[in-house]
């Protein structure tokens, strides 16, 4: 039997006051300041996103994230709150900083 992938949501969240489906992750406003962040297994390539997901890539993206948002939340303060499922985080509604890299190897 293999791996169940994760492609899209569509969850009925109490209170929740918007829905945005990004090019990996979903992510639910619940209220005016909670973000419930799903990241899926959909994978993209020059912002289109491809019709077959790999299986597990939410998870591990969520769990790299969380982390490294562990790790360093006594340097800077951020918005992670929760880590509920190995897919899924929680925390609070915040002004991002928009960075953006590509590394690739030599």
Do not use: C
Not at 35 to 64: C, E
């Amino acid at each position: 039997m293999g791996a169940q992938s994760i492609a899209t949501t569509d969850f009925q969240f109490p209170g929740r006051t918007a829905l945005y489906h990004g090019k990996v992750r979903d992510v639910y406003t619940i209220g005016d300041d909670l973000l419930i962040s799903v990241a899926t297994d959909r994978i993209s390539a020059f912002d289109v996103i491809l019709p077959k997901p790999i299986p597990y890539k939410g998870q591990v993206l969520n769990q790299l994230a969380a982390h490294f948002l562990e790790k360093t939340a006594d340097i800077v303060p951020n918005w992670l709150q929760a880590v509920p499922d190995p897919n899924v985080s929680v925390g609070l509604k915040a002004e991002p900083v928009k960075i953006e890299m590509v590394i690739r190897g030599v």
